[in-house]
Nanobody, 122 residues
Framework: VQLVESGGGLVQPGGSLRLSCAAS????????MGWFRQAPGLEREFVAA????????AYLESVKGRFTISRDNAKSTAYLEMNSLKPKDTAVYYC????????????????WGQGTQVTVFS
């Protein structure tokens, strides 16, 4: 099983990034996908989740209206589109997978990626 994140980088405030999470080794369409982040000295926090079909999503309050989670089951890939980025969005971003049919916004995911760094600086 592998989850490989990509798309992180350096961006100025107000900028955008699109993170990707390529999955392999499991039946992607049977899993809820989530994005989390962890800033230095802080605990990992939930950012967004999407159910197996993509119909239902959930977001951390502070990213609502700026971030969009999506998935392409044919490509076994999840995405996190991040717009209007702020310095407080700086963190390592992780994708995660949990086998279930309904939307899940907890932290108990089965599989985790290695993370990709997002740095927002002026």
């Amino acid at each position: 099983v592998q989850l490989v994140e990509s798309g992180g980088g350096l961006v100025q405030p107000g900028g955008s990034l699109r993170l990707s999470c390529a999955a392999s080794g499991f039946t992607f369409s049977s899993y809820v996908m989530g994005w989390f982040r962890q800033a230095p000295g802080l605990e990992r926090e939930f950012v967004a989740a999407i159910n197996w079909s993509g119909r239902y999503t959930a977001y951390l309050e502070s990213v609502k209206g700026r971030f969009t989670i999506s998935r392409d089951n044919a490509k076994s890939t999840a995405y996190l589109e991040m717009n209007s980025l702020k310095p407080k969005d700086t963190a390592v971003y992780y994708c995660a997978a949990r086998r279930m049919t309904t939307l899940y916004t907890g932290h108990d995911y089965e599989y985790w990626g290695q993370g990709t760094q997002v740095t927002v600086f002026s």
